[in-house]
């Protein structure tokens, strides 16, 4: 059973930085793919960063590009999202997501776990 749990949310002014960190459990093959959507009221779900055990290749909005980073422990069990220079636009329920499709194309479809997501506010 795949469990991903979030942690790392919380309030930041703009400009400012956060860290959120997925703990990830209970994969069973090392062909997967791992990252982060991220979901604002009235919005639809969006792929922000994503990372391919498969092949080792990396996805990032075209937002986010140059201000977040996406990074793994040693050991694969934490899958990170470090953001700086964050933006009210920024503003959303931030969700881990895992896929055995080894995918890291940005569509909500193709991955089967989700955590139970982090709020991520920008505001000043």
């Known amino acids: 059973q795949v469990q991903l749990v979030e942690s790392g949310g919380g309030l930041v002014q703009p400009g400012g930085s956060l860290r959120l960190s997925c703990a990830a459990s209970?994969?069973?093959?090392?062909?997967?793919?791992i990252g982060w959507f991220r979901q604002a009221p009235g919005e639809e779900r969006e792929g922000v960063s994503l990372f391919s055990n498969n092949d080792g290749s990396t996805y990032y909005a075209d937002a986010v590009k140059g201000r977040f980073t996406i990074s793994r422990d040693s050991a694969g069990n934490k899958v990170y999202l470090q953001m700086n220079s964050l933006k009210p636009d920024d503003t959303a329920v931030y969700y881990c997501?895992?896929?055995?499709?080894?995918?890291?194309?940005?569509?909500?479809?193709?991955?089967?776990?989700w955590g139970q997501g982090t709020q991520v506010t920008v505001s000043s």
């Open positions: 997501a895992a896929s055995t499709w080894g995918t890291v194309t940005p569509d909500s479809k193709f991955f089967e776990y």
């Open positions: 209970g994969f069973t093959e090392n062909y997967y793919s």
